[in-house]
């Protein structure tokens, strides 16, 4: 049986164990069982016991949740610090993420350094950077909404355990999966969302995905905005401590 297959069966089944639950099934694997249902929401109260960076690591290096452990080289469960300032998240590993196992490594990759140095920012000092999904989507397509599900819990206990001052989300996948909207990316970025998750209220910006600016030049003004809104907010946080 295919690991697609095997996912196909654990959604039924999980559907026939609790009629109670309409739309979702909620556990330490979550599934999408209705194509048209609302988002869920990503952080859940159902979370399991918190793990370290690298068990967590090991956990997603292992999953076999969705179909997407079918088409993986490797996964990409994310670098960084253990106390980031910010947290970096994108949509999901692409080619070179893929034969890597690490996040942001492609020109996209490279661009978002050069971003965050910028404004003193580094995944080698300050920095966790990871994605919402963690094994790339054939062809680097958009995840679809039971593969993001699938893989909720592994970012839900990352983020918990690093407990960022800020996170910055770069692209409109990982910024309508976060904030559970379907708001356009134009209307998301440029202002501060106070996003709340496991008893914390973390300042959240949203930026136009690297990727993005290396296809269309004209985003880059709006980016650098919101980048120095960013470190404008880093400097007013620093003053307060």
């Known amino acids: 049986m295919t690991a697609a297959e095997k996912f196909k ?17 909620s556990s330490e694997k979550n599934y999408q069982l209705e194509d048209d249902a609302p988002p869920q929401s990503l952080l859940t109260a159902n979370c399991s016991p918190l793990l370290s960076l690298e ?9 076999i949740n969705c179909p997407l452990c079918e088409t993986r080289t490797n996964a990409a469960p994310g670098e960084g610090v253990t106390e980031p300032l910010v947290m970096v998240i994108g949509e999901g590993p692409g080619r070179d993420e893929d034969e890597q196992g690490r996040p942001f490594v492609g020109r996209a990759g490279q661009l978002l350094d050069k971003m965050l140095d910028s404004i003193g920012l580094s995944r ?8 919402v999904i963690k094994c790339r ?7 679809y909404p039971e ?5 909720a819990h592994f970012l839900e206990q990352q983020i918990a355990l690093l407990k960022p001052k800020f996170i910055l989300v770069a692209g409109r996948i990982a910024a309508q ?4 909207t379907t708001e356009p990316i134009g209307k998301l970025r440029g202002k501060f969302t106070e996003f709340e998750t496991g008893g914390m209220t973390i300042p959240l ?11 269309n030049e004209d985003l880059k003004r ?3 905005e919101d980048l120095k809104l960013l470190r404008s907010r880093l400097d007013e946080s620093k003053g307060k401590n």
Do not use: M
């Not at 559907?15 to 309409?22: C, E, G, T, V, Y």
């Not at 068990?55 to 999953?63: K, L, N, S, T």
């Not at 999966?177 to 559970?180: A, D, E, G, M, V």
């Open 9 to 25: 069966v654990t959604n039924l089944l999980n559907i026939a164990s609790d009629s109670l639950f309409r739309g979702y099934y």
């Open 55 to 63: 068990q967590i690591a090991d956990e997603i290096r292992a999953c």
């Open 124 to 131: 080698n000092s300050n920095c966790f950077i990871a994605n």
């Open 137 to 143: 989507p054939p062809n680097n397509r958009d995840p």
């Open 147 to 151: 593969e993001t599900s699938a893989c």
């Open 177 to 180: 999966t976060l904030l559970k």
């Open 205 to 215: 910006l949203v930026i136009y995905h690297p990727a993005a600016l290396l296809r």
């Open 222 to 224: 709006p980016t650098w």
